[in-house]
């Protein structure tokens, strides 16, 4: 169903042959839509099956740049990591082609609900634990977005009775018209991807799209313990509800539902009625910013219809996410931990706040993040520091006076040296606070690569 008609006889260029170009390719293609897509890679660079695929079914493509070709369809679909200021993107503009994301045209022909959970931290998690709820509780759920499947991959399959928990970042929200959720979620916000919104200002613009359309029908939930979000919650005149770690009920009064913390136990509050959730206790993944990931989880599958007592259970039964604060190996007494989502000092400060004292690998692609922001907590839990990627200098630099630091060329040499450190009781973790891609193509092949390097370890001591 495309839902207004309004890309009939239309012609699509897809920007980019990575998971959401192919998968929208297809769908479109699939649909009888004239579809081209071009990659800026050579082809020797994507993956091996995508070629064939595309060939398969009959979609015609280019690599290895951009040609003129690009511009002779009706719409180009860009992938998320092409950003909006580059020459093929200017050029579209100018010559009044309109320019979609991935998620946008998915949205335009989804027949069921959206919901759709956004923030700089915490929302693989929070969407995950979202759908192991809302599929334990029978619902034909698809976790998709940022993680799992591509959304457009989702579209032949749903019907109306399905619901799509779609996980979304800034750059995807930047490419939205009319993308208009159910439910939409923020769960944080602090300053990352700066290089590519240009400022602050323009990266929490972006993620607050996710509200831009939602009307009386829809709900938006958010973290009542953020100022900047709050204050902008309480300009908005539609449906809210807010989760709050910090049990900050004066600013959850007024409101149809919410969520809080309190003497251990996670809370659900509907009108005048307040229910227990589940004790924090019973929970299998350590740390406060946890706590917080299952409020929210809990407050969107409550309002959702889905009674206690299934949240409840699936919550005591969600065993977490990989590469977040992942367990992955114990070699006499000392346990390792894959921390490889952390591409971000908010989300680092996080997990070393989940421990006691930790031997800690970090680093990562270059940054001009203040390392001033980590450096007390740093100094307070880390016994040793290794240091990686192109930050290392860097970072050892600013922590050799105060700890031991060394520095790894490689995953399987900080392991190593991680090990030397540690001791029974203190454990390694493994959480870089910067982006992946000076050694690793993402966040989940680096979180990999480090679970392979602890467990050739093992393998080696047993």
Known sequence: MNKSGEFDGCSFTILGAGRSGIAIAKFLNGRGFKVFLSDNNPEASLSYLIPGSLKEKNISFETGGHSEKVFENDVIVKSPGINPVSPVILKARELGIPVFGEV???????????????????????????????????????????????????????????????????????????????????????????????????????????????????????????????????????????????????????????????????????????????????????????????????????????????????????????????????LNGIDFYNDSKATNFDSMLMCLNSFGKVVLISGGQNSTARIDVIFDTVIKKVEALICIGEMKEVLAEKFMRYLPVEIAETLDDAVRISFSHATAGIPVLFSPGFKSFDMFNDYEHRGSEFKKSVKKLINEND
């Open 104 to 330: 946008e045209i998915a949205y335009r022909f989804c027949i069921c609900p959206v919901i759709a959970i956004t923030g700089t931290n915490g929302k693989t998690t929070t969407t995950i634990l979202t759908g192991q709820i809302f599929q334990d509780a029978g619902l034909d759920a698809r976790i998709c977005g940022n993680v799992g499947k591509a959304f457009a991959e989702e579209l032949d399959t749903i019907t109306e009775t399905s619901v799509i928990i779609l996980e979304i970042s800034s750059y995807q929200l930047e490419d939205t018209l009319k993308f208009k959720p159910a439910i939409s979620v923020f769960m944080n916000f602090t300053e990352d991807h700066i290089e590519w919104h240009g400022n602050v200002q323009n990266y929490f613009n972006a993620k607050f799209k996710i509200v831009t359309n939602q009307d009386g029908d829809d709900l938006f939930i958010y973290n009542a313990d953020e100022n900047k979000i709050r204050e902008k919650a309480k300009t908005l005149r539609i449906p809210k509800a807010a989760f709050s770690f910090e049990n900050k009920q004066t600013e959850l009064d007024g409101l149809k539902y919410s969520a809080f913390y309190k003497n251990g136990i996670l809370f659900v509050k509907d009108g005048n009625f307040t229910f227990e959730l589940i004790p924090r206790n019973d929970i299998k993944l350590i740390g406060d910013h946890n706590t917080q990931n299952f409020l929210a989880a809990g407050l969107v599958a409550y309002s959702y219809g889905i009674p206690i007592e299934s949240i409840r259970k699936s919550m005591a039964n969600f065993g977490g996410v990989e590469h977040r604060i992942e367990h992955c190996g114990t």
